[in-house]
C-alpha cells in the first residue's frame, strides 16, 4: 500500500472481500466472542496479544474485533505507521497511551494548551498516580528542553491546538525527546493524516480522536493511536485489553464509510475555510481571525513546512463575545451552534477564556497571557463543513450586521 496514493489506501487498506459472498463494503461482524481453533487451543490462554502478534486469533471482542482491524490497518497505512489501536473514543486513546508508557515516578511533559479532556486528566489523574506532569507552551522549544527530567518518559503535543489553533514544531520536538532518552506523542486529530504525518517527522505516537474528520458526518465516536507494531502490540496487550474501552464494530464501519472520502473531504474544508477566514478577516465586526493558513497567523511559515492541508479549523473574535454567542446560537441557519469538529455540516461555539482556563487549563499568569494572545477574552471556534462558501459567509454576515 505505501506505493499507492493516499485517495487509493483510503479506501482499500485494510479491504477484506467477503470470500462467501463477494462483498465489496466491509462486513460488520458484531460477534463479541468466536469460535477458537484447535492450534489456539493447544497453546493455552497464556498465549496473549502482545506474545502472538499478528498470529493472534479473534477471541474476544475486547482484544480485538474483524471490523475494527481493517480500519486499524487502514489508519495505520495512512499514517505510514506500523500499526493502530482503536478505541471507543478520542479521550479513550488518550488516556489509553498515557496510562500505558507511564508509571509512578515517571514524569510527562504536555503541551500547556491541548483538549480539555486530556488536560484535566493530566492534572487530576495522573498525580493521584505518582506520575509528575509539567505543562509547557511547546511552541516555544527551549521551554521544553528546561521542562525534562531524568525521568521524564513522554513529551505529549497536540497540534494545532484545541482551540486556539497553535502549532508546534514536531520534528523539533522530536530530536528534542530523544536526545533526553523520552518518546513523542502527537495528537494530530485537527490535523489529520492529509495535513500532517507525525510518525514521519519523527514522533513516537499518533493519537486521532477519530470522531472528527475520519468519520466526518458526526455520528460514531471513535479514537485511535498509530506507532510501531511493536508498541501498538504492546499497547493492545496492556490498554486494549484492560481499560475496556475497545471500539465498536458498529463505529468502526461508520468511520471507515468515512474515511472513503477523507483525502477529498479534506481539500473542500480547507477551501472553505480559507473562503470564510479571508471574509471574516475583513468583517468590520471581527477583530481578529486565526487560521494557519492566512499569512497573520503567527506561526504561518511553520504551518507551511508541517501542514499539506491547512485543515477546516479557524477561530475569530469579536468584542463582547459573550452577547454575540447568544445572537449567533439563536440565529444561526446554515451553521449549527455546538460542540465538536470535523462534520460535514459547519459548527460553531464560543470558548471563553476565562472559563476554559478556570475549569481545565489552570494556566499559571505568563502562559495564560500567552494565550489570550492568540484568544483575546475568547475565540469562536469554527470547523467549516461541505457546504457552500458563499452560504456561511452570508450566514455569519447576517448575524455579525444584526
Not at 474483524?66 to 499514517?79: F, G, K, N, W
Request: glycine content about 8%; some cysteine.
Amino acid at each position: 500500500m505505501k506505493q499507492l496514493g493516499m485517495r487509493t489506501r483510503a479506501i482499500h487498506a485494510g479491504e477484506v472481500i467477503d470470500k462467501d459472498t463477494g462483498a465489496a463494503s466491509p462486513n460488520i461482524i458484531p460477534s463479541s466472542t468466536f469460535v477458537l481453533t484447535p492450534e489456539y487451543v493447544e497453546m493455552g490462554f497464556e498465549a496473549d496479544a502482545e506474545t502472538l502478534g499478528a498470529n493472534m486469533p479473534y477471541l474476544y471482542a475486547r482484544w480485538g474485533n474483524p471490523t475494527a482491524t481493517q480500519l486499524e490497518t487502514r489508519i495505520a497505512s495512512l499514517e505510514n505507521g506500523g500499526a493502530a489501536l482503536t478505541f471507543s473514543t478520542g479521550m479513550a486513546a488518550a488516556t489509553g497511551l498515557l496510562l500505558h508508557k507511564l508509571r509512578a515516578g515517571d514524569h510527562l511533559v504536555i503541551s500547556d494548551v491541548s483538549y480539555v479532556g486530556v488536560a484535566e486528566f493530566v492534572r487530576n489523574n495522573l498525580p493521584r498516580m505518582g506520575v509528575q506532569v509539567t505543562p509547557v507552551d511547546t511552541s516555544h522549544g527551549d521551554e521544553v528542553v528546561a521542562a525534562i527530567k531524568p525521568n521524564t518518559r513522554l513529551i505529549y503535543v497536540e497540534t494545532p491546538a484545541n482551540p486556539i489553533l497553535k502549532l508546534t514544531d514536531i520534528r523539533r520536538m522530536a530530536d528534542i525527546a530523544h536526545a533526553h532518552g523520552a518518546q513523542l506523542a502527537v495528537d494530530s486529530t485537527f490535523a489529520t493524516p492529509m495535513a500532517t504525518r507525525p510518525l514521519e517527522l519523527g514522533a513516537d505516537f499518533v493519537v486521532h480522536a477519530l470522531t472528527k474528520y475520519f468519520c466526518g458526518h458526526g455520528d460514531a465516536l471513535g479514537g485511535a493511536v498509530i506507532g510501531t507494531r511493536d508498541e501498538i502490540l504492546a499497547l493492545r496487550a496492556d490498554s486494549g485489553v484492560h481499560l475496556g474501552a475497545s471500539l465498536s464494530p458498529f463505529n468502526a464501519w461508520l468511520i471507515m464509510r468515512g474515511i472513503d472520502t477523507l483525502p477529498l473531504r479534506m481539500i473542500a474544508h480547507e477551501q472553505n475555510a480559507f473562503t470564510v477566514a479571508r471574509f471574516l478577516e475583513r468583517h468590520p465586526v471581527v477583530t481578529r481571525v486565526m487560521y494557519p493558513g492566512l499569512e497573520s497567523h503567527p506561526q504561518h511559515n511553520l504551518a507551511l513546512r508541517q501542514m499539506a492541508n491547512m485543515s477546516g479549523m479557524l477561530t475569530f473574535q469579536t468584542a463582547n463575545p459573550k452577547a454575540m454567542a447568544r445572537k449567533f446560537a439563536a440565529s444561526l441557519e446554515v451553521f449549527h451552534y455546538a460542540v465538536s469538529l470535523g462534520h460535514q455540516r459547519s459548527l460553531l461555539v464560543l470558548l471563553g477564556t476565562d472559563d476554559v482556563n478556570n475549569q481545565s487549563f489552570k494556566l499559571d499568569p505568563e502562559h495564560l497571557a500567552r494565550y489570550r494572545t492568540f484568544a483575546g477574552e475568547g475565540v469562536f471556534r469554527v470547523s467549516i463543513g461541505l457546504e457552500d462558501a458563499e452560504d456561511l459567509c452570508a450566514d455569519l454576515d447576517r448575524v455579525l450586521r444584526s
